[in-house]
């Protein structure tokens, strides 16, 4: 049985940083993708970033390009995504999903889901 368990939010001040993990069960990293979406009040699930499986191929969303790090640790099984220059529009419950081998942009494609964490960003 697949679980994938998010950590890592919290409230913090524009501008500043935080680090969310991914912890990931029942599954191996070598031949799954990991995807991160959010979900903010009143508006849809947007992805955010997604890492594939075998090289690590990684995209991103263009609003958190330059400021968001997807990266993956095969040994604990354990995705990260780091947030630098956090911004208030960043503030919304971030889940993280598991598909076979190849990232894509449609959540629905996403089989097992993690409960999420939120992430508040003051200005």
């Known amino acids: 049985q697949v679980q994938l368990v998010e950590s890592g939010g919290g409230l913090v001040q524009a501008g500043g940083s935080l680090r969310l993990s991914c912890a990931a069960s029942?599954?191996?990293?070598?031949?799954?993708?990991i995807g991160w979406f959010r979900q903010a009040p009143g508006k849809e699930r947007e992805g955010v970033s997604c890492?594939?499986?075998?090289?690590?191929?990684?995209n991103y969303a263009d609003s958190v390009k330059g400021r968001f790090t997807i990266s993956r640790d095969n040994a604990k099984n354990t995705v990260y995504l780091q947030m630098n220059n956090l911004k208030p529009e960043d503030t919304a419950v971030y889940y993280c999903a598991a598909r076979a081998f190849w990232c894509t942009s449609v959540a629905g494609s996403f089989g097992s889901w993690g409960q999420g964490t939120q992430v508040t960003v003051s200005s």
């Open positions: 029942g599954l191996a990293l070598d031949y799954s993708a």
């Open positions: 890492i594939s499986s075998g090289s690590g191929s990684t």
